[in-house]
């Protein structure tokens, strides 16, 4: 049985076919994404099938993800169907400086109504690590599942892993964003983030200081992705991995498109972690499957296998 739960949104991004802004795009491309959904799906590739959380439309939209998700492996045992709303659209924007940003089409829909009482006791005493995501916090009734899912998961002693994945525009402002996100933080074990995520908070510019800080807001350990350069696990004390300050410079790869690169770590580092790896294990691990990922387009798509990433870093080592 699946040692991750991962619970959140499944939406369709529409990624446009050129850069500039979304009033001169005519063409996009249709995928499946949402961070929740390529991290259960990253998870799945890698021979760690998590259960994922997610409800989704009974529209077209959602047809399409629920048939992605089957592709994929994950299992539809708690992903649910909702009769009375719709699926969120992102429609993405490529600057010229290679920036991306997000328009939403987001109200009320299907992804904010999940029910995390379909996740019985049984299977929170079964996962050791239960996965959320910032996105799932921006609005109601979505954040209040979202914590009621994590405060149970805390009971039945998981390890809760938190991405913050900030989306400045889903939240209503900068002030409500800080404030439920630092709650998140003081009820999380383990926390996947960059800088970026906290561009509008006040946190330390150095990356030791900024891991430092958030190890101070709660988590044990700190994850930190950064870009072409790999990424850092930072732990305290009371890690069950001890204090830890390790980091690993990532594979140089010809990135084709970051898109889900961060959640392409996610899983790879969760594969690492419940098959009991070290944290240098886990980074290298994790940056493999994220370099990998790079080289193609599409979050789902370009995910790895386990042993593609093995070849890969085989090849690079
Ligand atoms: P996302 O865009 O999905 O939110 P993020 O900001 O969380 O991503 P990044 O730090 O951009 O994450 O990248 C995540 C990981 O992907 C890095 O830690 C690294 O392992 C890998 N990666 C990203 N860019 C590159 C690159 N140019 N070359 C090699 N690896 C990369």
Do not use: I
Not at 15 to 22: E, F, I, K
Not at 290 to 313: H, K, S, W, Y
């Amino acid at each position: 049985t699946p040692s991750v739960l991962v619970a959140g949104e499944t939406l369709v991004d529409f990624l446009p076919n050129r850069v500039g802004p979304l009033t001169e795009v005519e063409t996009f491309d249709r995928r499946a994404g949402g961070a929740p959904a390529n991290v259960a799906v990253a998870l799945a590739q890698l021979e760690e099938t998590p259960w994922f959380l997610s409800n989704l439309a009974a529209d077209a939209f959602g047809d399409f993800l629920s048939a992605t998700l089957d592709d994929y492996g994950v299992p539809d045992r708690f992903v649910t169907r909702d009769e009375d709303h719709q699926t969120a659209l992102a429609f993405v924007t490529h600057d010229v400086d290679a920036d991306r940003s997000f328009s939403f089409y987001r109200e009320d829909t299907a992804d904010l109504h999940v029910d995390a009482t379909v996740v019985p006791d049984e299977t929170l005493d079964e996962v050791e690590w239960v996965v959320v995501g910032g996105v799932m916090l921006a609005a109601d009734p979505a954040r209040t599942a979202t914590f009621d899912l994590v405060e149970r998961a805390r009971e039945h002693d998981c390890q809760v892993v938190f991405d913050p994945n900030s989306r400045p525009e889903l939240w209503a402002d900068a002030d409500t964003e800080a404030e439920v996100v630092s709650r998140m933080l003081g009820l999380a074990d383990v926390v996947k983030t960059s800088a970026e995520d906290f561009a509008r908070a006040d946190y330390p510019d150095d990356p030791e200081a900024f891991a430092t800080a958030l190890l101070e807001a709660g988590p044990h350990t700190v994850l930190l992705t950064l870009g072409g350069a790999g990424s850092a696990f930072h732990a305290a004390e009371d890690a069950p991995w001890g204090e830890t300050a390790v980091e690993h410079e990532g594979y140089p790869v010809d990135p084709e498109d970051t898109t889900g690169a961060g959640d392409a770590f996610l899983g790879g580092a969760l594969a690492a972690l419940c098959r009991g790896d070290g944290p240098e294990e886990v980074l290298a691990f994790a940056n493999a499957v994220a370099a990998v990922t790079t080289t193609d387009t599409g979050a789902m798509a370009a995910l790895p296998t386990r042993e593609e990433v093995e070849a890969f870093q085989a090849e690079r080592e």
